[in-house]
C-alpha cells in the first residue's frame, strides 16, 4: 500500500469512525439483547404473552372477528393467522378517529378462551416494563425518534459500508521500501494484521483489537451494515438493489391507491384468510412451488383496496417464513399480484438473506447466540475507535 494514500484513508476512516461511533455502539448493545427479542418479551411480560395450551385453539381470523365487535372504531392492521402453542395472539390495530383513539395499539389474546389479556402501545416505554423490548426496538433502529432517527440510523449505516472496505484495506501491509533481508511475501507481511498482543500495552492491546477484532469479523460487519442500508434507507438501497436485478416489493400494491375513501371491506377476516389460503394453493401451483408449515399473517391495506396475504414456501428463508406474498381486492377476492420466496431473482434473494442475518431469523440458537456476540463486538470496535483517536490526539497537541 503506497504511503502517501494509507494517510489519506487513515483520516476517512478517523472521521468516518468517529462520525457513527455513538450510532453503531447503541446499535450493537441493543442488537445484542434483540437477538433474543422472543424469549426476552416473553420472561419480562408473561401476561401479555404467554397463554395457556389447549387441544382446539380458535381461529386467529375469527378471533380478531370478534373483538373488532368489542371496539367500536378498531381496524386491524396486521393479524398474524398462525398460532404459537403457549402463546397469545397478537394483534397490530389502528383507530378510525385518532382524535379519540385509545393509548394502546397491539391487542393480545388468548387463542383458547378469546378472552383479551391486555394491550400496550408498542414501544411507549412510560407504559412500563411490559413495553422494554419493543422499546429497545426502537432504540435499535431509530434512536427512539421516530422518522428523523430512523433517518440518522440509515445514514450512520450508509457510512457503515463504505467504511468496512476503508478499514479492510488499511490493514494490509504496506508497500516495502527496501528489499526485506529474507524473502517475505504479501500474505506473510499481512498475517501481524489477524494478531492480538494480550501482554503489550494498553495502547497496542487497543489497536489490536480494533484492528485484528475488525479483521476477524469483518464478513459479519459487512451483512449488518448493508442490511441497516436496506432497513433504513429503502430510497438508496432500494433502487441500488432493482439496477441489480431485485423485484420491487412495492409493485405488489402499485396503482391501488383510492383516492375517496371507502367503507369496511365485503370480504371479513375469515373470508379474506379463506381466499388467501386458496389463492396461495393456486399461485403456488402455478408456479410448481411447494408450500411449508410455518408462518402466514394477513394485512388489511384500506388505501388500496386489498388485503396482503403472507405464506410460507420451500424457498422462504427465514425460520418462521411468510415471506411469500399475494395481494387480492378486499371486495371482489380478485387477484392483484403475487411474490414467491422461490421464484425470486438473485438480488432478492441477497437481500432475504442478508435481513434474515440480521434478525436472528435463521439457523436457529447458534446463529442467535453469534449475533449477540456481534453486537458487543461492533461497540467494542466503536470504543477502541474513539480510544485510539483520543490517544493520538494527545499525543499531537502534545508534540506541537
Known sequence: MPVMARKVWVVVHRWAGLSIALFVAIAGLTGT????????????????????????????ASLAQVVLGHHPGMRITYLPLTLTPGRSLRVRVGWSDAGQAPDWDELFIDPCTGRELGHRRWGDITQGVSNLMPFVYRLHYSLALGSYGTLLMGLAALVWTFDCFVGFYLTFPLRAVRPAPQPSGWLSRWKPAWTIRWGASSHKLTFDLHRAGGLW???????????????????????????????????????????????????????????????????????????????RWLWPVPGSRAYVYGFTTRGTIAEEGGSSRLAFDS????????????????????TDWIEALHMARVFGPAWQLAVSAMGLAVTMLS??????????????RARR
Open 217 to 295: 469479523v469483518w464478513p459479519i460487519l459487512l451483512v449488518f451494515a448493508l442490511s441497516s442500508v436496506a432497513f433504513n434507507l429503502p430510497t438508496v438501497y432500494g433502487p441500488a438493489a432493482r439496477a441489480l436485478g431485485a423485484r420491487d416489493d412495492a409493485a405488489l400494491l402499485a396503482g391501488r391507491v383510492s383516492e375517496t375513501p371507502r367503507g369496511a371491506p365485503k370480504l371479513g377476516l375469515e373470508a379474506a384468510e379463506r381466499r388467501g389460503q386458496e389463492l396461495a394453493r393456486q399461485e403456488a401451483q402455478r408456479a410448481h412451488v411447494a408450500l411449508a408449515p410455518g408462518l
Open 33 to 60: 439483547a434483540l437477538a433474543w427479542e422472543d424469549s426476552i418479551e416473553a420472561a419480562i411480560a408473561p401476561q401479555l404473552l404467554r397463554a395457556p395450551p389447549c387441544d382446539a385453539p380458535r381461529d386467529a
Open 331 to 350: 371486495d371482489t377476492g380478485q387477484l392483484i399480484g403475487t411474490q414467491l420466496a422461490d421464484t425470486a431473482p438473485p438480488a432478492s434473494r441477497f
Open 383 to 396: 470504543i477502541t475507535g474513539v480510544l485510539l483517536w483520543a490517544k493520538k490526539r494527545r499525543a499531537r
